[in-house]
């Protein structure tokens, strides 16, 4: 796993092939071939696919797991919040909670401007006729409930 994402990071920054050879020798402390290499890349272009289809496939799996991650993020900010009002005699420690909350507050503001991008039909048209989402997901007018 180590070799595939050295592999997969230095390939992206489009470092030659004899060089992503002589980094992976030099961290794993063993010699790799050219193939070896070649067989890693098609094993991470196998890999990616299968992790997009699987995503495009399973579209509502993967807006629940990015709903979430959103969850996730405004529960540790409740949580900081909390820490923040326990130690109000305690400035070191409201400091750093209120950093933390700094980089959740960015976090959860990056998710909200990437949603439109991978919720189907958000923002895309705003007609009342969308039968793309289940019908358990409409009212009986048709509107898409949020």
């Known amino acids: 796993m180590f070799v595939k994402s050295l592999v997969a990071t230095l390939s992206i920054k489009r470092i030659p092939d004899s060089e992503i050879i002589k ?67 305690n400035r070191s420690i409201q400091q750093t909670s209120l950093a933390e909350l700094h980089k959740l507050n960015i976090t959860l503001s990056n998710y909200f401007d990437i949603a439109p991008y991978i919720v189907p039909n958000l923002g895309a048209s705003n007609n009342n006729n969308d039968n793309s989402l289940p019908a358990a997901q409409q009212t009986k007018e048709d509107k898409i409930i949020v």
């Not at 890693?40 to 799996?61: A, N, P």
């Open 23 to 89: 980094d992976i020798s030099s961290k794993i402390n063993k010699t790799i071939s050219q193939r070896y290499l070649t067989s890693i890349k098609q094993q991470i272009k196998r890999d990616s696919y299968y992790w997009y289809k699987t995503l495009r496939d399973g579209e509502y799996e993967y807006l629940h797991e990015f709903r979430e991650r959103i969850n996730e993020i405004t529960d540790l900010q409740r949580r900081h919040y909390k820490i923040v009002e326990v130690n109000a005699n």
